[in-house]
C-alpha cells in the first residue's frame, strides 16, 4: 500500500532528512528530498508527493512562505497533507504554522515512531 505513497521531505539538515528518508524507505515510501524551500516548493508542484514534511527554518524561502504559496497555488496545493516538522515550540509558531496551512505540527526532536504514525493517519483521512 505505501509503495504508491510519495513523500517530500524539505529540511535544511541532511543527516536528518536521510534519516527520516530510511525509516521512510524501510516502510514502502517513495522519498523525494530538498534542502531549502524553494527546491521544496518547486519539487512540490511538479513532481506532486502526497504528503510534504516540511522544516520552518529554510534557506531562500520558509517552510511557512512555502506553505503559504502551495495553499494558494492550485487545488493540488490545497489539499496536499503537509507536516511541519521543526524546532520551533513556541504556541505562536504553532499557530503561524496553522494558519499558513500546515496540517499537523510536530516537534523536533521527535520519535521516528510517532513521525511514521502521524504521517499514515495523514495518508487515510
Request: one cysteine or more; proline letters at 4%; charged letters at 20%.
Amino acid at each position: 500500500m505505501n509503495s504508491q505513497k510519495t513523500i517530500l521531505i524539505v529540511d535544511d539538515e541532511p543527516l536528518l532528512v536521510e534519516t527520516i528518508a530510511f525509516n521512510l524507505e524501510n516502510k514502502g515510501f517513495a522519498v523525494l528530498k530538498a534542502f531549502d524551500g524553494e527546491s521544496g516548493l518547486a519539487q512540490a508542484l511538479e513532481l506532486k508527493p502526497h504528503l510534504m514534511i516540511l522544516d520552518v527554518m529554510l534557506p531562500h524561502l520558509s517552510g511557512w512562505d512555502v506553505c503559504r504559496t502551495l495553499r494558494a497555488a492550485s487545488t493540488y496545493g490545497k489539499s496536499l497533507p503537509i507536516l511541519m516538522l521543526t524546532a520551533r515550540g513556541e504556541a505562536r509558531d504553532k499557530e503561524k504554522s496553522m494558519a499558513a496551512g500546515a496540517t499537523d505540527y510536530l516537534l523536533k526532536p521527535f520519535s521516528m515512531q510517532e513521525l511514521i504514525q502521524r504521517i499514515q493517519t495523514l495518508l487515510t483521512n
